[in-house]
């Protein structure tokens, strides 16, 4: 999906090794999901899990840990970022994200998490798709009546077109047939919505993907293609946010690839 949405990411990321820049919004979400981890393997063996003060504390401390680590890679990353992704972040208020967790944890607990009786914990998967691809990657909750739940924390509400078209509904299908040898029931995506004022719960449920696993793979195979043919192009439009000095932490990175060509970039970062 990083090949999808930005090739030149992926040239950047995978091939070349350069860590994206951190940002606190991705700590948070990071520490979030930590959090009812450590809470639905709790309540895996006690049918009880973490009270909703425990998991705030724990989130807190979690986070805390998270954002250390976010100094050290934000100056690691330094050279790399622009003016404006920096003021980004200053802007960017840890009280403010520590209650917005807070009252995420809140309205989880009391929406969602007495409906869920956990089976699958951060469970792994590992297997091989053919042509040298291995899918990889974890299934973070499944329940016992055989749906997966996928937790995500966001600003803005997500579209149901958005989601239905996620490969990753797919292989997640298919991995949960690979570990526990009988099919998924659905699948459903449960977003944390936060806003200024409070926190929601939106939650997409799918039966069946847009696209299924044969597809997914396909396409994942035209991506590897490409990526040792040398395939990386940004289509976005100049004005789009992905690509913007604000929110882009490759930005400086794009524009350099831009006015040295691949050839002379990739000399100079592979040898770095």
């Not at 016992?144 to 239905?164: A, C, F, G, L, Y």
């Not at 100049?238 to 490759?250: N, R």
């Amino acid at each position: 999906m990083v090949y999808v949405r930005c090739p030149e990411h992926f040239l950047f990321r995978y091939v070349l090794g350069i860590r994206r820049p951190p940002t606190k919004a991705q700590k948070h979400g990071f520490a979030l999901h930590e959090t009812f981890a450590y809470h639905f393997e709790q309540k895996k063996l006690d049918r009880k899990g973490v009270k909703a003060r425990d998991a705030k504390d724990f989130f807190a401390g979690i986070f805390q840990s998270a954002l250390e680590d976010y100094e050290i890679e934000m100056e690691q990353s330094r050279a790399l970022l622009t003016k404006e992704y920096l003021a980004k972040e200053r802007k960017s208020s840890i009280p403010n994200l520590l209650l917005t967790g807070a009252r995420g944890i809140d309205v989880y607990y009391k929406e969602l998490e007495p409906k869920i009786k956990p089976d699958l914990v951060e469970t792994a998967f590992n297997f091989p798709a053919g042509k040298g691809l291995e899918m990889v990657g974890r299934i973070d909750l499944s329940d016992t009546s055989h749906v997966i739940h996928e937790m995500k924390t966001t600003r803005r509400t997500p579209s149901w077109q958005d989601i239905n078209n996620d490969p990753q509904i797919s292989i997640y299908q298919e991995a949960f047939l690979r570990l526990k040898g009988k099919p998924v029931r659905g699948i459903s995506k449960d977003y944390i919505v936060f806003s200024k004022q409070d926190s929601r719960i939106v939650r997409f449920q799918v039966q069946r993907p847009a696209h299924n696993y044969a597809t997914v793979l396909r396409a994942a195979h035209a991506i590897l293609e490409a990526v040792k043919h040398n395939v990386f192009y940004c289509l976005h439009p100049a004005e789009s946010w992905i690509c913007s000095k604000e929110w882009c932490g490759y930005y400086k990175l794009h524009q350099e690839l831009k006015k040295k060509g691949l050839a002379k970039f990739m000399l100079q970062y592979s040898r770095s």
